[in-house]
């Protein structure tokens, strides 16, 4: 059986550790603790090491996902976990336009550690102060449309899109393959 491991990284508040919950065949393992800074304005819980999750995904393919923590100061974390990983996903919080530089800084740590297919969910779309997609696209300096990841809208409490969402990040994975076969 082969198994995949994908990582779910983001900023604080981004939808993680849901967007696991929301498929995972078994009871979410997590690492929340009570959070001591700027995160409990946020939330009262946080991500501190790492979310575990599985999902079967067909009969010889089970996909393995780890959520990251969202602040900067356990960055050794996301090494750890983009490392051997087969791609990842990066969340936007579409309604918090502070966070985007956040992202854009985690988008830079990972492609500096691995080249690996990616795609960015943009999450809280449905929020009054939501940013268009386009608008997000351009504010983390994805302005190139041909050097450009998938940007998806996505509702991380909703299965149904969290299945859509890792649908579109197996197919990067398989596209990226697929080219590096044929050279």
Request: aromatic share 12%; net charge positive; with cysteine.
């Given at each position: 059986m082969e198994i995949m491991k994908l990582v779910v990284t983001g900023p604080v508040g981004a939808g993680k550790?849901?967007?696991?919950?929301?498929v995972s065949e078994i009871e979410v393992v997590d690492t929340d603790r009570q959070a001591t800074d700027e995160t409990g304005l946020l939330k009262s819980k946080t991500t501190v090491a790492f979310?575990?999750?599985?999902?079967?995904?067909?009969?010889?393919?089970?996909?393995?996902?780890?959520?990251?923590?969202g602040q900067a100061r356990f960055d050794f974390m996301w090494e750890d976990l983009i490392n051997k990983a087969h791609?990842?996903?990066l969340l936007v919080p579409a309604h918090r336009p502070s966070e985007f530089r956040k992202a854009h800084l985690i988008y830079r740590f990972m492609i500096e550690r691995a080249q690996l297919p990616m795609v960015v969910g943009v999450t809280h779309l449905d929020c009054e102060e939501a940013w268009p997609l386009e608008n997000i696209e351009i504010a983390l300096g994805?302005?190139?449309?041909?050097?450009?990841?998938p940007f998806i809208p996505l509702?991380?409490?909703e299965p149904a899109s969290v299945?859509?969402?890792?649908?579109?990040?197996?197919?990067?994975?398989?596209?990226?393959?697929?080219?590096?076969?044929?050279q």
């Open positions: 550790s849901t967007f696991i919950r929301a979310d575990f999750g599985r999902l079967q995904f067909g009969p010889e393919m089970a996909l393995h996902l780890y959520g990251t923590p791609a990842y996903i994805f302005t190139d449309k041909i050097e450009h990841p509702n991380a409490t299945i859509r969402a890792l649908m579109i990040l197996i197919n990067q994975y398989i596209q990226a393959r697929s080219v590096c076969a044929s």
